[in-house]
C-alpha cells in the first residue's frame, strides 16, 4: 500500500525579497576589492573571469544566484558562474520559462518570481481548481479585477479546447474533476468558484 505524504523537498528557488542565500554563497567573505575585481572584470581580464568561474563551479547556490540576478535584470557582472554576455540569451527567454516547481509552489502560497508562462499556468490551474477572483489575486499580487479577468479567460480558453475535442473526437470527452461547473479545494483555499457564471460574465 502506498501512502501520500505532504513533506515536500526544499524548492531550488528563493522566495520573494528573501536574500538569506547570500550567506551560503562562496562568495562571501571575500575582501570588497577582490570581488569586484573578479565579478565585475573588464572584457579583456580573462584570468579574473577565469577565477571567478571557478568559484562560482564550487557555489551550492549557484542556480539561486543565477536566477536571481535574471529576474531581478541584473545585467552586468558575473552571476552564477556566467558572464554578462553569456546571460544576456537568458535574459531574452525569460518571459517564456515554465517551471512546474514554481507553479506549484506559488498556488500552494509562496511568494516566488513567476515569468509571463508560469503566471498564465497558475491562472489556468486556478480555474480548474476553484480559486476565487480573491484567492487569485492574492496568488498573484494583483487587484481583484485582474484577476477576474484571467480567471474568465482560462474559462474561455477551456472550454474552447472541450469544444475542439468534441468535435474531433466525438462525444468520448475525458472525465475529470475540471468538467464540473463547481469544483473546491481543500484547505485556506476552500472556496468555490462557479464557473458557468464565469461565462455568463464574458
Not at 538569506?20 to 562568495?27: F, P, Q, R, V
Not at 545585467?75 to 527567454?93: A, D, K, N
Given at each position: 500500500m502506498h501512502t501520500r505524504t505532504t513533506a515536500l523537498p526544499a524548492p531550488a528557488f528563493r522566495r520573494l525579497g528573501d536574500n538569506?542565500?547570500?550567506?551560503?554563497?562562496?562568495?562571501i567573505g571575500l575582501d570588497p576589492d577582490v570581488a569586484d575585481q573578479l565579478f565585475f572584470p573588464t572584457p579583456r581580464a580573462r584570468r579574473d573571469i577565469a577565477q571567478a568561474k571557478v568559484l562560482c563551479t564550487q557555489c551550492p547556490v549557484r542556480r539561486i544566484c543565477l536566477d536571481a540576478a535574471l529576474e531581478s535584470e541584473s545585467?552586468?557582472?558575473?552571476?552564477?558562474?556566467?558572464?554578462?554576455?553569456?546571460?544576456?540569451?537568458?535574459?531574452?527567454?525569460l518571459d517564456r520559462r515554465l517551471d512546474g516547481d514554481r507553479v506549484d509552489a506559488a498556488l500552494r502560497g509562496m511568494d516566488v518570481h513567476l515569468s509571463g508562462a508560469e503566471r498564465a499556468a497558475v491562472a489556468r490551474l486556478a480555474y480548474?481548481?476553484?480559486?476565487?477572483?480573491?484567492?487569485?489575486?492574492w496568488t498573484l499580487k494583483v487587484s481583484e479585477d485582474w484577476a477576474t479577468d484571467l480567471l474568465r479567460n482560462a474559462h474561455l480558453e477551456i472550454e474552447d479546447r472541450d469544444r475542439y475535442w468534441d468535435e474531433t473526437h466525438g462525444q468520448d470527452q475525458p472525465t475529470d474533476d475540471a468538467a464540473c461547473g463547481t469544483t473546491t479545494v481543500s484547505g485556506h483555499l476552500g472556496q468555490a468558484i462557479d464557473r458557468n457564471s464565469l461565462g455568463e460574465a464574458a
Open positions: 538569506t542565500w547570500h550567506d551560503k554563497a562562496a562568495c545585467l552586468y557582472g558575473i552571476r552564477g558562474g556566467l558572464t554578462e554576455t553569456e546571460r544576456r540569451p537568458l535574459h531574452h527567454q480548474l481548481h476553484g480559486f476565487t477572483a480573491e484567492q487569485l489575486a
